[in-house]
């Protein structure tokens, strides 16, 4: 198995530009989604990068609220903002304990689900992998956190 | 912030089922999406198009609840369409694949035109 590759240290991080969270209830995401995006607007990502941020984000969001925290709402999902020259990045962060998840899951199959072979769920993780330059993943005995990676420029954004 | 919770208007159209979907596609729409559904089969219509014109969210467990309508169409060998998806939402579709089962159109003309030829 693939080891998930560690969250940058604050060490190799620029500014902070936004550091909040969001109480673990269903719909949360979205809160979550349009704080963030608020932010790298102002870094200048727009258009259907930001979208693409934005389901990331959400996505993410839901991970955390959903498998890290069990839906309780007195359990944060907590989010920061950072930047570089180069990068956005999105850490979320929930308070789940066992080992973090995969990276390297693999993608759904469509074929399988329709047949009633899979459940129909199971697209968050391959959503966020597929809407952002880089996601990372790490954890601790009582955290997990997801870092997504936007490069700004001309060549960011998928 | 508040939750847009999904409702969903049925009609008919030349014969194919209309659902028209307005707020967010998301957990709490499974009961609104399937009780649609069920009422457009209800007819027995070859042809059922989702009409996302007012949708502005869906997330992954949206997306679930649509593999599920498109499981239940191909079952019954209907086709299940799909039109108005903004261009971050036809993205969606095209990378999770629903795009290769159900087709996508631009909006709800083009879909029924061509859905009277199938």
């Known amino acids: 198995m693939t080891e998930p590759n560690p969250a940058r240290t604050d060490a190799d991080l620029g500014r902070t530009l936004a550091d909040f969270s969001v109480p673990s209830e269903p719909g949360n995401e979205r809160l979550a989604m349009e704080t963030v995006a608020e932010t790298a607007t102002n870094l200048g990502i727009a258009g259907e990068n930001l979208e693409r941020l934005k389901t990331a984000v959400a996505e993410a969001t839901m991970n955390a609220m959903e498998h890290g925290n069990g839906y309780r709402p007195e359990v944060p999902v907590e989010l920061q903002v950072l930047a570089t020259d180069r990068d956005l990045l999105v850490r979320i962060t929930d308070r789940g304990s066992g080992p973090p998840p995969r990276k390297d899951a693999d993608a759904p199959d469509l074929e399988a689900k329709l047949e009633g072979m899979q459940t129909a769920r199971g697209w968050g993780l391959f959503l966020i992998k597929s809407m952002v330059d880089e996601m990372n993943i790490s954890g601790d005995e009582g955290h997990h956190t997801v870092e997504l990676v936007v490069h700004l420029g001309a060549e960011g954004g998928k | ?118």
């Open chain 2, 1 to 118: 912030m508040d939750v847009r919770h999904l409702s969903v208007e049925v009609r008919t159209e030349d014969g194919i089922a209309v659902l028209d979907l307005v707020g967010e596609i998301n957990g709490f729409a499974e009961e609104a999406m399937n009780a649609a559904y069920a009422e457009a089969e209800a007819g027995d219509p070859k042809t059922i198009l989702l009409n996302f014109e007012g949708v502005d969210y869906i997330n992954s467990t949206g997306i679930a609840l649509i593999v599920g309508l498109l499981a239940k169409a191909r079952a019954a060998h209907r086709s299940l369409l799909a039109c108005n998806l903004s261009e971050h939402y036809v993205e969606i579709f095209n990378i999770t694949r629903l795009s290769d089962f159900m087709s996508v159109f631009p909006d709800e003309q083009t879909a029924v035109g061509e859905a009277s030829e199938f």
